[in-house]
């Protein structure tokens, strides 16, 4: 079965950091690229990174650059985001994402296959 | 960035009804566009990729079109499950862009 597990989120002060995990099974994690994505409550979706299938190219959402770093460690099947000096804007649920593609030659169509359940981080003094 | 506006933004609806939900693009994305329903506490679920390509597994009565700058969702005779919000979202550059949800209720 394809999972994904996030896991890391917590009650945190303004400024301060979250390391956040994705534990995936099921699929050849080495092969895909992989997002992280938060929903604020009671907001809509917003894309926050993305990774590349080996480390090499990364991408931010510009609210977040130089705050967070996503990485991945395709020996254990695992992806992070961590946060550093957090803001209360960052409070939301973050999830975790396969990318899966379609198409071939020059036009790749990707989409959010898979999807976690979800952890949550909360910024508050 | 590429904004992505849906219309409407809610929509009430009964079962059996066929409804179209639109998605506008700020500028031309050719078909790199994805839809996504959500139910409230669960993680988004892909419905529709390359704008009009159904993922395996969603039943027949989702549907999308379009390309360039003007999308649709429809669903052709609403089930009770389909009760949701939904969301379209871009993969034509970075940064990824998702519009800001249509929800759909039970009138």
């Known amino acids: 079965e394809v999972q994904l597990v996030e896991s890391g989120g917590g009650l945190v002060q303004p400024g301060g950091s979250l390391r956040l995990s994705c534990a995936v099974s099921g699929f050849t994690f080495s092969s895909y690229w992989m997002s992280w994505v938060r929903q604020a409550p009671g907001k809509g979706l917003e894309w926050v990174a993305n990774?590349?299938?080996?480390?090499?190219?990364?991408y931010y959402v510009d609210s977040v650059k130089g705050r967070f770093t996503i990485s991945r460690d395709n020996a254990k099947n695992s992806l992070y985001l961590q946060i550093n000096n957090l803001r209360a804007e960052d409070t939301a649920v973050y999830y975790c994402a396969s990318l899966d593609y379609y198409g071939s030659g020059s036009h790749y169509y990707y989409y959010m296959d898979v999807w976690g359940k979800g952890t949550t981080v909360t910024v508050s003094s | 960035d590429i904004q992505l506006t849906q219309s409407p933004s809610f929509l009430s609806a009964s079962v059996g009804d066929r409804v179209t939900i639109t998605c506008r693009a700020s500028q031309g994305i050719s078909s790199y566009l994805a839809w996504y329903q959500q139910k409230p506490g669960k993680a988004p679920k892909v419905l529709i990729y390359?704008?009009?390509t159904l993922q395996s597994g969603v039943p027949s009565r989702f549907s999308g079109s379009g390309s360039g700058t003007e999308f649709t969702l429809t669903i052709s005779s609403l089930q009770p499950e389909d009760f949701a919000t939904y969301y379209c979202q871009q993969f034509n550059r970075y940064p990824i862009t998702f519009g800001q949800g249509t929800r759909l209720e039970i009138k």
């Open positions: 390359a704008a009009s």
């Open positions: 990774i590349k299938p080996d480390g090499s190219e990364k």
